[in-house]
């Protein structure tokens, strides 16, 4: 027996009580994670965005490249930057600034409708309500968060004021936009402080960081927001009658109203457990994204998730709580299209749920998992640092994704495009 195995069976034996093995284990792991953070991001580095090429820029704003040369050689609109090879660059805010520009040269003309195609606010006044999406699955790994942080950050790219909330206690939403959650939280951080029952809560807005992605706040997430799951029992057994307050399903979307009117999407990464965090976000929110990955396994897992689902938010109904979405859809994610059997699964669930699936799946693809271990997105990486295919196959995949998932939040605001 090796040494290992030999300390593995004593531990086993009851030499040492199971907290203590998991505590010792805990404390190595956790140590070790803090010296490879510090290693990777040093404690004063803050996360940057790069800056994007006119191309990416003329594609984001919707004019021709040709137009953006035009504007930047009569000195009009924000100017970029000019890099080798007289490559012009402009920051995320600049592409921003551009929009605005264009709204208003195209106001002055009296084109509305032009402006508006720009600058792509909702109008509170025309009845475009603040969407909430949940990006949700119990089932674990099936690319919640991959799939709220690209939607999130593509909706802030494309001129929309976003909210993004990590709602999971372990937090992989608030790293991957440069929070280390047990340092940089000191406690009050997540939206367990605007949620919770006592005196201790404080308005969202307190709350609410900016990040480093121009017009994208965050509200992080670390382990406290598990004490929600912990409170909200006794919460509710000491709830008196006709005190709405207290009702779990309603604060979350009550902590939300209080910041609407600084935002157009909120989009709220959920846990990989239907806990009442996870019921508070579906309750707040006027769109849910179900995250599916093609595999037997995963969709019938999927299929407990429905059914689960559908009985705790039955139970929400009764009780009064508002369950109207403007959409539901499934998005079928880490996609491998010469895979057979996925493929039959993903034709399976569109001749069950039609078009609740959407039509633009995400592709597996390296260039999403590698720009994640280095805790950045497929927009963040930017396209020198793969071989051009595999890039592109990605992102185009992604922008797919997005824009169909932006186009439904459009409609739900009415708009015709
Ligand atoms: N399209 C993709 N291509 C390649 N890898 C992907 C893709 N989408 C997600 N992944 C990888 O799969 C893993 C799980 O994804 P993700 O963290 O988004 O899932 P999740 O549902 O949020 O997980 P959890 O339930 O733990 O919160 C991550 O390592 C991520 O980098
Ligand atoms: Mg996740």
């Not at 939607?151 to 802030?156: G, T």
Request: proline content about 4%.
């Amino acid at each position: 027996m090796g040494v290992a195995s030999e300390k593995a069976a004593l531990d086993q034996q009851g030499s040492k009580p199971a907290d203590e093995t998991i505590a010792d284990d805990a404390q190595a792991l956790s140590a070790q994670l803090k010296a490879m953070r510090e290693r990777l991001f040093p404690p004063a580095s803050q996360k940057t965005l790069r800056s994007f090429t006119s191309g990416e820029a003329a594609r984001l704003v919707g004019v021709s490249d040709g137009y953006l040369r035009q504007l930047s050689l009569a000195g009009e609109g924000p100017q970029p930057v000019v890099g080798t090879g007289g490559r012009r660059y402009y920051s995320l805010a600049d592409i921003d600034a551009l929009r605005h520009y264009l709204a208003e040269q195209a106001l002055a003309k009296g084109n509305v409708a032009k402006a508006r195609s720009y600058v792509k606010w909702r109008d509170p006044g025309l009845g475009e309500h603040l969407q909430v999406i949940s990006v949700t699955n119990f089932k674990g790994g099936s690319g919640k968060t991959t799939s709220a942080v690209h939607l999130a950050q593509s909706l802030a790219m494309t001129g929309h004021r976003v909210l993004g909330v990590d709602l999971d206690p372990q937090a992989s939403l608030s790293a991957l936009f440069g929070y280390q959650p047990e340092l940089d939280l000191v406690g009050n951080d997540t939206i367990y402080g605007a949620i919770r029952y006592d005196a201790e809560a404080r308005p969202l807005r307190d709350i609410i960081r900016k990040t480093y992605f121009h017009n994208l706040d965050l509200v992080p997430g670390n382990l406290e927001l598990q004490e929600f799951e912990h409170v909200t029992p006794r919460a509710l057994a000491e709830r008196k009658s006709g005190d709405a307050k207290s009702l779990f399903f309603a604060r979350v979307q009550a902590a939300l109203q209080s910041v609407a009117d600084d935002y157009d999407v909120v989009v709220i990464d959920c846990p990989p457990q239907l806990g009442y965090l996870t019921l508070s976000a579906l309750c707040a929110s006027t769109s849910v994204i179900v995250t599916v990955h093609p595999q037997m396994l995963d969709v019938a897992s999927m299929s407990q998730f429905l059914f689960m689902t559908s009985d705790l938010l039955g139970v929400v109904r009764e009780a009064g709580g508002t369950l109207n979405f403007d959409f539901l859809r499934y998005l079928i994610t880490r996609f491998e299209p010469n895979d057979g059997p996925q493929a039959q699964i993903v034709g399976f669930l569109r001749s069950l749920f039609g078009e609740r699936v959407l039509t633009a799946p995400m592709v597996k693809s390296t260039a999403i998992s590698d720009a994640g271990l280095t805790k950045q997105t497929l927009y963040e990486v930017g396209r020198e640092n793969f071989s051009r295919g595999t890039y592109d196959r990605a992102i185009e995949s992604l922008e797919a994704v997005n824009s169909e998932i932006e186009q439904l939040v459009h409609s739900a605001w009415g708009r015709k495009e």
